[in-house]
């Protein structure tokens, strides 16, 4: 059983395949530690799939000098967690950012999405 914590901060979401955990907006993701702990709600719903809103990065994440990004995707990655963020056109820019999500959208650790259904529809390709 969830703590209430958990319950205000993400979600297991059952669907046909193996569910996902959702963070919900009142889940701030500005750590390793915070991906940790969102790494292990996986492992207890037994998912690899990690779905994120940009409401729950904080400005470092999208400010790739800060290297903030870098260490929360790596770490998902080292846990084998699939991450899909719903993040608007406007919210990604054109800079640095940008070109990172071009390059991960290629692969299948970690891509960028416009909307909810889309992020769940690739989950389901897996």
Do not use: H
Not at 21 to 37: G, H, N, P, R
Not at 62 to 73: D, Q, V, W
Not at 102 to 113: A, C, H, K, L, M
Request: glycine residues 6%; hydrophobic residues 40%.
């Amino acid at each position: 059983m969830n703590n209430p914590s958990e319950i205000n901060r993400y979600q297991f979401v059952k669907d046909e395949m193996q569910g996902f955990v959702e963070c919900l907006l009142e889940m701030e993701v500005a750590s390793e530690d915070d991906a940790l702990e969102l790494v292990a709600f996986c492992g207890e719903n037994e998912t690899d799939r990690l779905l994120m809103y940009s409401e729950n990065l904080p400005e470092d994440f999208f400010e790739l000098r800060t290297g903030l990004a870098g260490k929360i995707l790596l770490k998902l990655s080292n846990y084998r967690i699939i991450l899909a963020a719903i993040i608007t056109r406007d919210r990604i820019g054109d800079g640095r950012f940008y070109e990172m999500v071009r390059e991960t959208n290629r692969g299948r650790e970690f891509r960028v999405f416009e909307s909810r259904s889309d992020a769940v529809n690739w989950f389901s390709s897996f």
